[in-house]
């Protein structure tokens, strides 16, 4: 089949989607299928730097002006257009008659536009941006949802317009437990010394990775004997300034800022942490938690979906919005870890890559049958 994988923009650097659409590119081309993928030029947005005002409204005019005739010229070439970012929705009306699909990682931005989530207000313009881009999504006809919470959310905004599968996301890099040396060095670039344990959190600012709630957590942890000593690297996006004035003002200075690590930094830090504590209050689908379970890390997350649905039985859950009751939990249950990591090694079989191309395979047949 001959199918065409619609990727972001480059110059936005959304690396999740970029991965995600090279992910399927490689998985399809093994499976003999003929991929081409596509996305938007940077034409106009290279010509000004990231921290010009005119980028994001230079970047407009390439994804929503420029690139919309060459996608219908390509779609009318090929089988199959697969949209791989349901915030490109609005590329819908711009394929034709080509069969398409489009896949839809999360809602939350459409939510918050529409007033879901009090502590994450949208914009005049951002509001006006998640509008158009929920009315794409009502046009769809065949859609894939990364969770069934994702369907859920998404069944409710469009009132179940479209055909929608649920399929899982595999891993996209070859998560595994590293090497001893490899632990060291990134315990190192740390700066991290002797035997020091500590807890892991990796996720950006966005304000459901609920980072300041992983703070708060990790230090009402140091009221237990157990986790007196024990420290927290926060790997990702540089902190914000109220995670700054939280540490200095609560004398925290067990927390460790570690800024854009690579894919082999975050394997080892997995491989080398006492867990992964990843209280996020919603996801689309919650990546670090198979990939922690990948390196043998035990896992601590949120007791709400997407979370309980991608961990399987293989983690501690807690509430992550009380970091008293949280912790308790994490007190009570971690005399399990060694069990609850065997579990979660166990779950890592449900997100087989093989089966996400499998289920992906089928639904592309299924569509171009039906379309």
């Known amino acids: 089949m001959r199918v065409l994988l619609v990727s972001n923009y480059p110059l936005d650097e959304q690396q999740s989607m970029l991965r995600y659409a090279d992910l399927l590119r490689r998985g399809l081309e093994q499976h003999g299928h003929g991929i081409e993928v596509i996305h938007p030029p940077a034409l106009l947005g290279r010509l000004v730097s990231r921290r010009n005002a005119l980028f994001k409204w230079l970047g407009y005019v390439d994804k929503f002006v420029l690139f919309p005739p060459l996608l219908r010229s390509r779609s009318s070439k090929v089988d199959l257009v697969h949209i791989c970012d349901h915030s490109n929705s609005s590329y819908l ?55 069934w919470k994702t ?79 024990v420290k927290l690297v926060m790997a990702g996006k540089p902190w914000p300034l109220e995670m700054r004035v939280f540490c200095r003002e609560n004398l925290f200075g067990d927390a460790i800022e570690f800024i854009a690590p690579d894919n082999q930094q975050i394997r ?58 949280a912790v308790q939990s994490i007190a009570d249950n971690f005399a399990r870890c060694e069990i609850v990591k065997q579990a979660g090694c166990n779950n890592l079989k449900r ?16 569509v171009v049958k039906e379309w």
């Open 93 to 147: 009306r711009w394929i034709g008659s080509t069969p398409s699909l489009i896949t839809v990682h999360d809602v939350l931005a459409i939510r918050s536009a529409l007033g879901h989530f009090a502590q994450n207000p949208t914009g005049r313009t951002g509001q006006w941006l998640q509008h158009w881009i929920l009315n794409g999504l009502k046009t769809a006809r065949y859609a894939v949802s990364v969770s």
């Open 351 to 366: 997100f087989a890559i093989d089966e996400m191309m499998k289920r992906y395979q089928d639904v592309y047949a299924s």
């Open 268 to 325: 080892a830090l997995y491989s080398g942490a006492l867990a992964l504590l990843f209280p996020s209050l919603e996801e689309g689908f919650g990546w670090p938690i198979l990939e922690a379970q990948a390196c043998g890390c035990l896992v601590i997350t949120s007791d709400r979906p997407p979370m309980t649905e991608v961990a399987g039985q293989g983690a501690i859950f807690i509430d992550p919005e009380n970091a008293v009751t």
């Open 151 to 229: 369907k859920q959310d998404l069944d409710a905004l469009t009132g179940c317009k479209a055909s929608i599968t649920v399929i899982h996301h595999g891993l996209n890099w070859d998560y595994s437990p590293a090497s001893p040396v490899e632990v060291e060095e990134v315990r190192a670039a740390c700066g991290l010394t002797g035997q020091d344990e500590y807890l892991l959190h990796v996720g950006g600012n966005q304000w459901y990775k609920n980072r300041l709630g992983v703070l708060r957590i990790a230090l009402e942890l140091k009221r237990h004997e157990r986790f007196r000593r």
